[in-house]
């Protein structure tokens, strides 16, 4: 697996580094322009924004002889060109570092959501979007077979979303920004609610969150208060996988601040998932990208030194009970040989490292 450039690393921090901030100036997006009026004698500044119709919406913005107003329309122009900036730093890294850059519609799709707030209010990118985010967050190469999805995942702890009192605008509304035709999935319970969003092309979007308690609940989803009328499905492991999640970049466009499952974590859940797909439609498929992923990771963190964290992850779920382990035995019975003894190495150093034992999932 071939390593990515230290140079690339560097320019992929500093684009998160800029991101963050400009995230901060949402109020005043680089598309728009600041515009000076004279009210009754005194000067004014104004904030026109495209109304996606060939005119513009007008936003007050505040007296022109305020010092922080007069800095606000100061810097909007060096934002405007740190946004171009930005854009060529993920040039840069997708077509000369090796780094990946999802798909239009995934990067569109996860824009309008971190735009509307949905890292803010501690939702948490999972599935093939955020391995995508892998290489960058890791500085390796991971090849694109692995990395194609028609589908978008997003999981939040139902604590959280209730604790924070706030919410996104409607999750219909926000994707429908992206593409409108955009609806949602009935559920397959019959309940009103729904946990997943599909387009004309079948681009699936869904909600997931914690199911901590018997697997009948699965069936049912979660009202979730700040995902903006959309609910949730619960899902068996995810606490273990969101847990202690990590800032990366999603190279799309100007660059898009993210929330993604710790690596380490992502590999171990992987096994797991694909220990229980089912065996008809598209579970074999899936099953095989799931296992393909793990390995990768695995291989990824062992040539990055990370092993250590690797076997800190392996060990929390191992020591989880019989479910947990029987699904990560079953998962890595699934790869093959190579990725097999890979794993087991990676296991092994690790745990040296953190100077403790561990159980190996197929024997000594």
Same mark, same amino acid.
């Given at each position: ?16 580094? $800029?991101? =963050? ?37 007008? $936003?007050? @913005? ?39 850059? +999802?798909d239009?519609?995934?990067g ?16 948490? =990118?999972?599935?093939? @979007? ?18 194609l ?23 219909v ?22 946990s ?54 999603l =190279? ?6 993210v929330?993604? +499952? !710790? +690596? ?8 797991? @998932? ?12 899936? $099953? ?8 990768? =990771?695995?291989?990824?963190l062992?040539?990055? $030194? ?32 190579? !990725? ?25």
């Amino acid at each position: 697996m071939k390593s990515i450039d230290l140079m690339y690393q560097t320019m992929l921090a500093e684009l998160g580094q $800029r991101s =963050l901030d400009a995230a901060w100036r949402a109020d005043f997006p680089p598309e728009g322009r600041f515009t000076p009026a004279n009210v009754k004698g005194r000067k004014y500044w104004y904030f026109d924004i495209p109304d996606g119709h060939g005119g513009t919406t007008r $936003r007050y @913005v505040g007296p022109a002889d305020d010092p922080a107003i007069a800095q606000r329309v100061a810097d909007h122009k060096r934002d405007k060109d740190d946004l171009r900036a930005r854009r060529r730093m993920v040039n840069s890294l997708t077509r000369e570092g090796g780094m990946i850059a +999802p798909d239009a519609m995934s990067g569109d799709i996860v824009e309008a959501l971190a735009t509307a707030g949905l890292f803010r209010l501690r939702g948490v =990118l999972i599935g093939t @979007v955020a391995f995508q985010c892998y290489s960058g967050l890791l500085g390796v190469r991971l090849p694109m077979a692995a990395i194609l999805t028609g589908d978008a995942d997003i999981a939040q702890d139902y604590a959280i979303g209730r604790e924070v009192e706030d919410s996104l605008p409607p999750i219909v509304d926000l994707l429908q920004g992206a593409d409108p035709s955009f609806r949602p999935v009935p559920h397959r319970s019959g309940a009103a609610a729904s946990s997943a969003f599909q387009n004309a092309d079948g681009y699936r979007v869904e909600f997931l969150t914690l199911n901590r308690g018997s697997d009948d609940d699965i069936d049912q989803p979660a009202k979730m208060p700040a995902l903006g009328g959309a609910s949730a499905d619960p899902l068996r492991f995810l606490d273990f996988l969101i847990r202690e999640p990590v800032r990366t970049m999603l =190279l799309h466009r100007s660059g898009v601040p993210v929330v993604v +499952p !710790d +690596p380490s974590r992502y590999a171990i859940h992987k096994l797991m @998932v694909a220990s229980r797909r089912h065996t008809d439609g598209q579970g074999p498929a899936k $099953r095989e990208k799931d296992v393909r992923q793990a390995a990768l =990771l695995f291989e990824a963190l062992q040539q990055t $030194r990370r092993t250590s964290d690797l076997a800190f992850a392996y060990n929390e779920a191992w020591e989880r009970g019989p479910a947990w382990r029987e699904g990560i035995r079953a998962g890595a019975g699934m790869m093959s040989p190579e !990725d097999i003894g890979r794993f087991s190495a990676a296991l092994v150093e690790g745990a040296k490292r953190n100077r403790e034992e561990i159980e190996l999932p197929f024997g000594d």
